[in-house]
């Protein structure tokens, strides 16, 4: 019986962790340094993302602006050509693009000498 009662223990001890504190150890160190990476680069995503955003409504506004500003020089045009057309009539002058003279100066041709050959 004491030989079965020792040989027990012996299995025992051999498979059962020594009593005492141990340090808890949830990660380890190659893991802390796998999810440093991980969490730098999910960071890094949320930023790009976010610049993007902001550049392409930068984008939007800019091309925003420059339509208005496109659309207010139309409507000056418009304006004044509608000015030019009523201070015309008011003087009396005809309008009709058709009767109006040329308003570019005509060049004069040189006249062509015709040589003949005979």
Request: aromatic content about 2%; proline content about 6%; glycine content about 2%.
């Amino acid at each position: 019986m004491g030989t079965r009662a020792e040989s027990s223990q012996d299995v025992a001890a051999v498979t059962a962790p020594p009593r005492g504190k141990r340090p808890k150890r949830f990660l380890e160190k190659n893991d802390a340094l796998s999810l440093a990476a991980s969490i730098a680069e999910t960071e890094e995503k949320k930023t790009l993302t976010k610049k993007e955003k902001h550049h392409k409504l930068l984008q939007k506004d800019a091309k925003s602006i420059l339509l208005a500003k496109k659309a207010q020089a139309k409507k000056e045009r418009s304006k004044l050509r509608k000015q030019r057309f009523q201070a015309a009539r008011s003087k009396g002058i005809e309008t009709d693009p058709s009767n109006l003279p040329e308003t570019r100066p005509e060049q004069e041709k040189p006249k062509v000498k015709r040589v003949s050959f005979a």
